[in-house]
């Protein structure tokens, strides 16, 4: 298990690395069409590789005997479980950023050429980070069930 651990925090400090590599060094900007089949390529291996560890880590996990996890109480079930209840809040919170990107670039345009239509910009803003919101509140119901 230890192994999965390692490849995946490689994978991440790559990932990483390689954003700070092209932050510092910019190069020229692909065409559109060469973006859109390149994001989906990075989704394909992404989605496979996550498939793949996946696989291979609950093989892993079940291969192990019952006797050996000493008795802490967390099932597998369990962490199914706990994993479905984070789901809404991670979804929430990317579905309110997709949300504020477009609220706030219009509300800072309203504001260049009307500052008196700040306090109505304040609520779009408000209403957009709701939805994150609305997804903790659903985890932390959720979180009471279990």
Not at 25 to 51: E, T
């Amino acid at each position: 298990m230890s192994w999965l651990i390692a490849l995946m925090g490689l994978s991440v400090a790559a990932t990483i690395a390689a954003g700070v590599w092209l932050e510092m060094k910019p190069r020229h900007v692909p065409p559109p069409r060469w973006l859109k089949g390149g994001v989906f390529g990075n989704l394909l291996v992404f989605g496979l590789a996550m498939a793949g560890f996946l696989y291979l880590g609950v093989q892993d996990v079940m291969a192990q005997e019952a006797a050996a996890s000493g008795g802490s109480g967390i099932s597998m079930a369990v962490g199914l479980a706990l994993i479905g209840i984070g789901l809404p809040t991670g979804l929430a919170a990317i579905g309110a950023g997709i949300a504020l990107g477009p609220v706030g670039a219009a509300a800072l345009a309203v504001i260049a050429e009307k500052p008196e239509m700040f306090g109505r910009t304040l609520i779009y803003m408000g209403l957009a980070e709701g939805i994150a919101i609305y997804g903790l509140v659903m985890s932390i119901l959720l979180l009471g069930k279990l």
